[in-house]
């Protein structure tokens, strides 16, 4: 973790530089962009392990720098913005950021976020998941492959789709709540909003049910949280 490069994308110069300093200390190496454009031509040219992502850019703002990213890597954003909002969090999050932390900030909150999602980041390359699989009607859960296919559809999940997915279908009518949730996904140093667990399970819905807003595999338990039907089975 320690060296990992990270790209810092701010209009504004002092915050850059407050940014790339608390990092830099830590043995962070750090690369900068200014608008969207350039944050798009540095992440492609450098490839950086984790972003940190101002919403409001001169040229392409964050969102749809974002957008970018996730359409060809998985790498951890945080967002760093002054826009607060529940919605602007939500669509963030939807996007399938890691982490949003609203300015002003404390830089050293910043670093312990970095290190956090890096870690949950590094977990998931270095412990991959068992060689199960996971059966459920027309879903086919490969944990080797970190794969799911409905039928000989492959559908394409982001690691933390694919994680919560997991997490479901191996303990088949097992009630999860938001806050287990988000201490087997995002780990137990999570200190951003639960309302991600929703967001994330709306997505996961979006494409993994035939009808999401009549789940067959990912149901709401009303009150308590999230369960996956009890038909799947390992084999």
């Not at 086919?140 to 690691?159: D, F, K, M, P, Y």
Request: with cysteine.
């Amino acid at each position: 973790m320690q060296g990992a490069k990270i790209l810092i994308v701010d209009d504004e110069p002092k915050i850059r530089r407050a940014v790339e300093q608390a990092l830099q200390k830590e043995g962070f190496r750090c690369l900068q962009a200014g608008d969207g454009p350039s944050a798009w031509r540095v992440f492609q040219e450098e490839r950086p392990d984790l972003v940190i992502l101002d919403l409001m850019l001169p040229g392409e703002d964050g969102f749809e720098v974002c957008r970018r990213i996730r359409a060809q890597s998985q790498v951890p954003v945080i967002i760093l913005s002054v826009k607060g909002e529940l919605t602007d969090k939500v669509a963030g999050f939807t996007l399938g950021v890691d982490d949003y932390l609203t300015k002003p900030f404390s830089p050293a909150e910043l670093v312990l976020r970095v290190k956090a999602v890096l870690r949950r980041a590094y977990a998931h390359q270095s412990a991959p998941l068992a060689g199960e699989v996971i059966r459920a009607g027309d879903l086919i859960i490969n944990a080797a492959q970190r794969s799911v296919h409905r039928g000989e559809e492959e559908i394409t999940l982001t690691a933390r789709e694919f994680d919560l997915l997991w997490l479901l279908a191996a303990h088949p009518g097992r009630v999860f709540t938001k806050e287990q949730i988000l201490d087997r996904i995002w780990g137990c140093d999570y200190v951003g909003d639960e309302n991600v667990v929703p967001v994330l399970v709306r997505r996961l819905r979006e494409k993994v049910e035939p009808d999401p807003a009549r789940p067959r595999y990912i149901q709401t338990v009303w009150g308590v949280g999230y369960k996956f039907s009890p038909r799947a089975q390992r084999w």
